[in-house]
């Protein structure tokens, strides 16, 4: 059997395609281009990929190929028809980030909540050593507690960090971006009253065509100007120009990010015209990798080959 990993890198340099040695030849590559692709995998049985494209055109190319194991839970790079054409199974991995990015949604909050930056800041120039006072009231932080956290889609990972809020002491109320989700533990609320309301927005939702531009600068108006907006769903769901002018204007207090329209974020992004960037917190597309996360996606993406070896199909797509 040969194996080709495509994209490499989005495993992380702990992890490598050894790990998928006793199944057959393993070919590893960072990353593979749209000229690169089809050399790549024409004589390949079993394929690991992330980000890479398989569409129509580059699965026409394979012969052997019998297995896409997509290492995420997103399988839209590949064409599912032309797999399922082909005859070819495609899997994808279920579950593995959650605990990763509800961590992260915290750690993004917190460092803008708790002003920790400036405080770092503080007492790293050496004014800290400089006072008088034992403490420093340059800043202030608050409390989660008492405040309204709205979540925006209440998924896995959305119920998760309701969970966390509500221990800390926060009310979590939360928006269905399909209109059909019912919680029986917690208020669901047209958007419009969420953003009026809530004292932290977090988004947990896909990109789809309901959530597509689904926060815009109107709708950041809506927010109280001291409320936080954190995003670790996708990009696209907010107006990252209508982000910035918000900010700008102190229509909101600030905002943690981990997701861009474009990605890696091109060096004329909007987040970069921030008037105030301590306002902001940026993150490089990170909160899904932490290193257990991206142990339990290869163990499960291993899971799922020995699976086909014995003739069966686990976490199957197509």
Known sequence: ?????????????????????????????????????????????????????????????????????????????????????KGIIVTNVLGYSTESVVQHTFTLLFSLLGNVRYF???????????????????????????????????????????????????????????????????????????????????IHSPLNENTKNLITYESLCLMKPTAYLINVGRGGIVDEEGLVRALNEERIAGAGIDVFSQEPIPEKNPFMKLKHPEKMVLTPHIAWASWEARRRLVQEIVLNMEAYFQGEVRNRVA
Do not use: Q
Request: charged letters at 30%; proline letters at 1%.
């Open 120 to 202: 770092d800041d503080y007492v790293k120039s050496g004014e800290y050593s400089k006072s008088k006072h034992f403490t420093h009231y340059g800043k202030t932080f608050l409390e989660l507690r008492g405040k309204r956290w709205g979540i925006i889609g209440l998924g896995a990972i959305g119920g998760r960090v309701a969970a966390i809020a509500s221990a800390f002491g926060a009310s979590v109320k939360y928006y269905s971006t399909t209109g059909k989700h019912n919680d029986p533990v917690y208020e669901r609320m047209a958007l419009e009253d969420l953003l009026k309301s809530s004292d932290i927005i977090s």
């Open 1 to 85: 059997m040969k194996i080709a990993v495509l994209d490499a890198l989005t495993l992380g340099p702990e992890f490598t395609g050894d790990v998928f040695s006793k199944f057959g030849e393993v070919s590893e590559y960072e990353t593979t281009g749209r000229k690169e692709i089809v050399k790549r995998i024409e004589k390949t049985d079993i394929i690991v990929a992330n980000k890479t494209v398989l569409d129509r055109e580059a699965l026409r190319s394979t012969k052997f190929l019998k297995l896409i194991c997509v290492a995420a839970t997103g399988t839209n790079n590949v064409d599912l028809d032309a797999a399922k054409d």
